[in-house]
């Protein structure tokens, strides 16, 4: 499947403008009591496009925070979470040098005062196997997952993807990718970008059916069975260069 768009991208980041369901609201609720956490730092995990930057954002808001994302860690932005009070690292498992990671760990523990809010993909204990006092502060962090989305959250993120591309989904085309979709806010962005790309150019403002719903489904499913057969076209060629 293509890397689509994500529902929670930029711009805005803005409190009122994130979606909360029951797959999300424990992280909502982590979020708004950072200052009765256990500890000086706490994790946010779950897929792509599923809130975590947007979280991320609005506690750097709410907290006077510094927000960093992971793969940008470099020696200038070390120190400039090492002289904050507060600060996010968006994507944290992307972090190249998980001795910079500990580093800030430790740091944080030496003024018990300071909080930091991490994300990514998976549990902390996933991030690094080594060095070792890394491995273990990761997997005592609290964290907290982000799940699916359930049924609710799924209509209401294709609504909006799709209203930001001036198309309208009518009741009964959402409960049909519903009941018919992969669940999770990525293959959303993929549907509706499909759905798009089926209305041709001249489609904006038109209202999507349950018919031009199954066109997109199919479109994308033909989709992943080329990538597949090419993967396997690719896997035989390997053999044979053995």
């Keep these: 499947m293509p890397q689509p768009a994500l529902p929670f991208g930029p711009p805005g980041f803005q409190r009122d403008g994130f979606l909360v369901s029951a797959s999300n609201a424990g992280a909502v609720l982590a979020v708004d009591r950072w200052r009765d956490w256990a500890g ?26 510094v927000l960093i994302d992971g793969a940008d860690l470099d020696a200038p932005a070390m120190a400039r979470l090492m002289a904050a009070p507060r600060f996010a690292l968006d994507g944290a498992d992307r972090i190249a040098d998980p001795e910079r990671l500990l580093h800030l760990l430790i740091g944080l523990e030496s003024e018990p005062e300071r909080r930091a809010l991490l994300t990514g993909r998976f549990a902390p204990a996933l991030w690094a196997t080594a060095p070792r006092d890394l491995v273990s502060r990761l997997a005592a962090m609290p964290a907290i997952a982000i799940g699916p989305p359930d049924d609710a ?43 798009e790309a089926q209305l041709g150019p001249g489609g904006r403002g038109a209202r999507a059916g349950v018919t031009l719903a199954r066109r997109a489904l199919e479109q994308l499913r033909d989709f992943d069975q080329q990538s597949l057969d090419l993967s396997d076209d690719v896997g035989e060629m390997s053999g044979h260069d053995r």
């Design 153 to 195: 959250l799924l209509a209401r993120v294709l609504r909006r993807l799709a209203a930001a591309r001036g198309l309208s989904l009518e009741p009964e085309t959402l409960a049909y990718l519903g009941a018919r979709m992969e669940r999770s806010f990525a293959a959303a962005a993929a549907v509706v970008d499909a759905i």
């Design 40 to 65: 000086p730092a706490a994790a946010l995990w779950g897929d792509a496009g599923s809130g975590k930057s947007h979280l991320a954002a609005i506690w750097t808001q709410d907290a006077g925070a």
